[in-house]
């Protein structure tokens, strides 16, 4: 079995164990509207998770999308809303996986990789500045994903998909959850109606600057348990990695 195989098992674990959820409620995205998003895949072309541009040369995902594969298995693709197109792709030069990444916990699930070259920013491609300020409850986010868009999970979303959602506090999404949720989390709030799914995990979390700001990325998606139930949807934190991102990438 390749290091493919090893993706898919894992993504098939987290729909039947712990991520029922879906990018349910959502519209189809423009790339022009999210030119900061990428997609993961294995080569030649198959999906295997979301990721965001922070940089031509840096792209951030969740860890357990990449700890167990060889960084030339990896296709990052952008500039396309499409999972049938082949899109902008990028080598990957290296993958670093944070060193306190716990696979059975989903903690500091984050992971960055570098492109063997720099991005060609287009209309539809640029990268997206990373949060520098922690979230407050009740703030408006949007994720991108290509998560499956019902329940039972099928397949992925061919189209890209948006949703609003909102943030809660860590200690509303650790009162939900029944489970510790510490600052390099952050969660959004819980509906039967709308949410992450198998297939969004990687993707990017952001909150737009209005009128005169900058969208930021606020965090990544790791982790959930069944929309049906309206849980919230756990994401590892930008602003809490930031130290280690620095000094991997040097942004
Ligand atoms: C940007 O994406 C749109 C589809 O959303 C496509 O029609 C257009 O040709 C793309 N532009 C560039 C410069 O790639
Ligand atoms: C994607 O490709 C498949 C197989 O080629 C096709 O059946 C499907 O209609 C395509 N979907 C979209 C949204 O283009
Ligand atoms: C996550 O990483 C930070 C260091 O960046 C560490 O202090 C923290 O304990 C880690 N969290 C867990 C749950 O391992
Ligand atoms: C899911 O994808 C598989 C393989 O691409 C395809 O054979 C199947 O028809 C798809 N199912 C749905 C419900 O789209």
Known sequence: MNAFGAVVIALAW????????????????????????ASIRIYPNRYACGAAIIDRFWVMTAAQCVYSVHPSSLV?????????ETGDRYGVHSVHVHPLFNAA???????????????VYSKNVSSIALATDSLPGGKTLELCGHGATQYPFTNMSVPLM???LKSITNAQCSAAL?????KYNLCTKGKTTKGACVGDVGGPLTKR??????TKLYGTVSWGYPCSQGMPDVYSSVLAARPWIRTISGL
Request: proline letters at 3%; glycine letters at 10%; a positive charge.
């Open 209 to 214: 600057g209005g009128v005169f700001g900058t």
């Open 76 to 84: 990052v693709v952008a500039g396309t809303s499409s999972l049938n």
């Open 105 to 119: 916990m989903k903690t500091n699930d984050t992971a960055l990789l570098r492109l063997t070259r720099s991005v």
């Open 14 to 37: 987290i729909s039947v164990e712990s991520f029922e959820q879906r990018l349910i409620g959502g519209q189809k995205a423009k790339i022009s509207d999210f030119p900061f998003y």
């Open 178 to 182: 029944n489970r510790p949720i510490t």
């Open 162 to 164: 948006s949703v609003e």
